[in-house]
C-alpha cells in the first residue's frame, strides 16, 4: 500500500466518527506485540493547553539528548504531522506501511480514524527506539485510545471546562473524572490548582501546581515571551499566550517528579526552541500582521481575549475572520472576545462539522450588536479580501477552530 492509498483507507474511517473505549484497541495492540509498553510516556489530557504543554514537554526532553516521539491531534497541514520523532512527521512510505500492518491487524474494521493513527504512532516510536514519547489525548481520557499506556512517567490534566460535553458529560465535575481517568496508581498525577480537580477520589501520586509561571515582557512581533518561574529563574519561551505561563509550570512539574534528570541548560534550549503553530500566532505579511489562534471554545477563548488585550494590536483597528464546528457553544466563544469584535467576516471551517456562516453571523450580532458582520465562503477568500483591500485594518485575527488555523496558515503559504 503506497501513501495515497493508506490515507484514503484511514480517511474512509471517518475522523468524525467518535467511538470511546479501550477493548478494540487493546485487542489490536496486543497483535502488534504491545508496542505502547515499549518506551516510557508522558501522558498528557485537558480541554486547552495539552498541545503546548506536550509540545514543550517534547522539546525540552529533545534538548536533553533523547530521542522523542510526539502523537498530537489534530494536524494543521498534514496528517503526518501527528506522529513525530525529533520534531520530523513520520515518512510517507513508513506511514504507508504502519498503517498497512495497522489495517492488517484490525481484522473486523472496528478501529476509528483515531484509533488507527494511535497504533502508527506506538509502532512508529517503538520502532525508532525513542528514549520517551509525549502522548496527547484525542478525547477526554479515561476511554481514549492512548490511555492504554499502563504506567506513564507521568499524566498531566491541564485544564478543566465545558467541552464535548455530548462525549464527556455535562458539568466539568464529570469532564474532569474522564480527563483524570490518565492517572494511574503509583505513578505522578500532575494538575494545576483547580478545585474539581482537587475534589476528585486521589488516584496516582498528585503534584498539585498552585503558581504558574509569570510572563515578565514579550516580544509580540516574533511570538516570544519570557517567564520566570516561582525560583526566580527566567526562561524565553517561544510561542505567545495569557496560559503558556501555566503549561510551563505544568511541564516542569511533571519531570522533575518523572525522575528523569533534565538540566537547566536543556530547559532553556528547549523552550527557547518549541514550535507550536496555530495557537497566538502571528503572521507578519509586510506590513499587516495576521494573527492565527485556533481557540474553539469559551476557555480558549477567554485566554485569547486575554492575550489580546496584553498585545499591541488591540489598540488599533482589527478585522476578525471566524468559523466555528456547530458542536461549540457560540455564544460560551464569542462572550470574551465581543468587546474586540467591531468588524467580523464570518467563514466556515473545512470540516463536515462546521457550523454554518449565516448562524455564526446571528450569533456574532447577538453578542457584539455594533459590529459590522460579512460572510465569506473559507478563511482562504477572507484573508485574500483582507490582504487586497488597500484601507483594510492593518491586524486581522483568525479564530474558532484548529481546522480553521491551518487553513488560514496555508492561505498566507506556511507549511509547517
Known amino acids: ?17 467518535i467511538e470511546l473505549g479501550l477493548d478494540r484497541v487493546r485487542a489490536h495492540l496486543a497483535r502488534l506485540g504491545g508496542p505502547q509498553e515499549a518506551v516510557p510516556a508522558f501522558h498528557v489530557a485537558g480541554t486547552n ?25 489534530p494536524h494543521l497541514f498534514e496528517v503526518r504531522e501527528r506522529i513525530a520523532v525529533d520534531g520530523r512527521p513520520i515518512p ?39 528514549g520517551v514519547m509525549v502522548l496527547e489525548t484525542g478525547l477526554g481520557g479515561r476511554l481514549d485510545a492512548t490511555n492504554v499506556v499502563r504506567a506513564p512517567l507521568a499524566a498531566i490534566v491541564t485544564s478543566v471546562d465545558l467541552d464535548h460535553q455530548a462525549f464527556l458529560g ?69 510561542l505567545l499566550g495569557a496560559r503558556q505561563g501555566r503549561n510551563a509550570a505544568l511541564a516542569r512539574a511533571a519531570v522533575d517528579a518523572s525522575g528523569l534528570r533534565v538540566s537547566e541548560a536543556a530547559w532553556r534550549e528547549g523552550l527557547s526552541r518549541v514550535r507550536w503553530p496555530g495557537r497566538f500566532d502571528p503572521v507578519r505579511l509586510g506590513r499587516r500582521t495576521l494573527v492565527v489562534d485556533g481557540a474553539h471554545n469559551p476557555e480558549a477563548a477567554r485566554a485569547l481575549a486575554d492575550t489580546w488585550a496584553a498585545a499591541p494590536w488591540s489598540r488599533r483597528p482589527s478585522r476578525w475572520i471566524l468559523g466555528l464546528l456547530r458542536d461549540k457553544d457560540a455564544a460560551g466563544v464569542l462572550a470574551p472576545l465581543a468587546p474586540f469584535l467591531t468588524e467580523v467576516v464570518v467563514v466556515r471551517p473545512d470540516s463536515p462539522r462546521a ?37 483594510a485594518a492593518a491586524v486581522a485575527v483568525c479564530a474558532g477552530s484548529l481546522y480553521l488555523a491551518g487553513e488560514a496558515l496555508k492561505a498566507v503559504g506556511r507549511k509547517s
Do not use: H
Open 355 to 391: 457550523l454554518d456562516p449565516l448562524a455564526l453571523a446571528a450569533a456574532v450580532r447577538r453578542a457584539a450588536p455594533r459590529a459590522r458582520v460579512t460572510v465569506e465562503r473559507s478563511a482562504r477568500a477572507a484573508i485574500g479580501r483582507w490582504r487586497r483591500e488597500p484601507r
Open 49 to 73: 493547553g495539552k498541545g503546548a504543554t506536550c509540545a514543550m514537554l517534547a522539546a525540552v526532553l529533545r534538548a536533553s539528548g533523547l530521542r522523542v516521539g510526539l502523537y498530537t491531534s
Open 92 to 130: 510517507r512510505a513508513d506511514f504507508a506501511r504502519l498503517m498497512t500492518r495497522a489495517l492488517a491487524a484490525d481484522p473486523g474494521g472496528r478501529l476509528t480514524y483515531f484509533e488507527l493513527l494511535t497504533s502508527v504512532a506506538f509502532q512508529w516510536f517503538a520502532e525508532r527506539r525513542c
Open 170 to 238: 455535562r458539568t466539568k465535575e464529570r469532564i474532569a473524572a474522564q480527563k483524570a481517568g490518565i492517572f494511574k496508581a503509583g505513578r505522578p498525577a500532575v494538575f494545576p490548582d483547580l478545585p474539581v480537580l482537587r475534589r476528585l477520589p486521589k488516584r496516582g501520586a498528585p503534584v498539585v501546581v498552585r503558581r504558574a509561571w509569570r510572563t515578565v515582557r514579550a516580544d509580540w512581533r516574533r511570538g516570544v515571551q519570557v517567564l520566570r518561574a516561582p525560583s526566580g529563574r527566567e526562561y524565553r519561551l517561544s
Open 1 to 17: 500500500m503506497n501513501y495515497g492509498r493508506a490515507l484514503a483507507a484511514l480517511e474512509a474511517r471517518q475522523e468524525a466518527r
